[in-house]
């Protein structure tokens, strides 16, 4: 089991140097040669059919959010192998070939799916995202697989919204659906890979938890050193306010306790839970107290109502009894999230 709040607090809090691009290889901008062995590091290439040259505007924000996205993946596991590679201490359990070849094959996996994404984007005459600096807050490879695990999942989650977002544009937009598709199976080798290195079962369930752009976009967000972005405010997208789970929950029925960054009283939220494809699970909060600007509260976890093994996402949404029939409508009312809650 392991449990984890938007902040990862749980993941280690010593944050290195910021990342910085371009990588060694130039990435973002290859030359022929270079793009060449990412191809080949990668084991494909490009898509080489012919790309979009329309697209609507929420097929542009797709795009853009899944290129922030990517940039960010690029240089968190560019800088885990070369915290393996370098011997930095807590990273001794990644000393191993095997594991050193696969995450940096990832590493040029992802450098394509950067390419396409803003290749698409500019095949069309859109705005490219430009990568930006980042923060990690991991000090030892157990912790930083782990984390890998939670973004790829909270990844998983969203990449289905933006198929459904270019099926429902169609046009140009419709041979996207099935690029996306297969980037959501390599997506998911990758988090059995990071589950199977924490010796939990490959796979974590039937049906994986869905997700919002808004909470993927909020997910990244903690990792980028504020003002390093040259144009990510494009997607128009906004990152909530932190909800951190400060327990631990498992895979029973148990309370637990939040905190946020701000007022909140039971009689104005609610903390609504997304797992799986279920409908949302909305529980009351109670036990409100405030010291300073820290709300504390606590909250049901009911997991054996039908919650997936694997990651669970809470968002603390305005308004006392509120329901939801969708993530989307989660989103839409959240004041704080999400807590990322990976239980096995």
């Known amino acids: 089991m392991r449990s984890s709040s938007l902040l990862l607090a749980s993941a280690g809090l010593a944050a290195a140097a910021p990342f910085s691009y371009p990588l060694a290889n130039g990435f973002p901008n290859l030359n ?32 853009q959010l899944i290129a922030a996205n990517e940039l960010f993946e690029v240089a968190y596991f560019t800088e885990l192998v070369h915290n393996i590679t370098s011997k930095v201490r ?12 696969t995450l940096t094959s990832v590493i040029n996996q992802e450098e394509v799916h950067v390419l396409a994404a803003n290749g698409v ?17 991991v000090t030892d490879f157990r912790s930083a697989i782990a984390l890998a695990q939670t973004f790829t ?26 690029i996306i598709g297969s980037i959501i199976g390599q997506e998911g080798e990758q988090s059995g890979y990071y ?33 390093s972005c040259p144009n990510i405010e494009v997607i128009g997208l906004k990152a909530f306010p932190a909800l951190t789970l400060e327990s631990t929950p498992r895979a029973n029925n148990s309370v637990q306790t939040f ?68 993530t989307a409508d989660v989103a839409a009312s959240t004041l704080f999230g999400p807590a990322l809650i990976e239980v096995d």
């Open 259 to 326: 905190s946020v960054p701000g007022a909140v009283s039971a009689a104005n939220a609610t903390l609504v839970y997304i797992s799986g494809q279920n409908l949302p699970v909305s529980v009351p909060i109670s036990n409100v107290t405030m010291a300073g600007n820290k709300t504390t509260f606590a909250a049901s976890f009911p997991y054996q109502s039908g919650f997936d093994r694997g990651l669970t996402l809470g968002a603390l949404v305005a308004g006392a009894n509120k329901m939801f029939n969708s």
């Open 153 to 178: 999942d909270v990844v998983l989650g969203v990449l289905p919204v933006a198929q459904g977002l270019f099926a429902a544009d169609g046009g140009d937009e419709n041979a996207l659906v099935p």
């Open 121 to 137: 984007l500019a095949s069309a005459n859109k705005t490219t995202i430009q990568p930006c600096q980042y923060d990690f807050p």
């Open 195 to 227: 589950r199977f290195l924490q010796k939990k079962v490959a796979s974590a369930a039937p049906l994986l938890t869905g997700g919002a752009p808004q909470f993927a976009y909020t997910a990244i967000s903690q990792f980028i050193v504020p003002g």
């Open 32 to 63: 022929s040669t270079e793009l060449e062995l990412v191809y080949k590091l990668a084991g494909g290439t490009l898509p080489n059919g012919a790309l979009p040259s329309t697209l609507k505007p929420n097929g542009v924000q797709a795009l």
């Open 90 to 101: 807590g990273y001794s359990d990644g000393h191993h070939q095997y594991i050193i070849d």
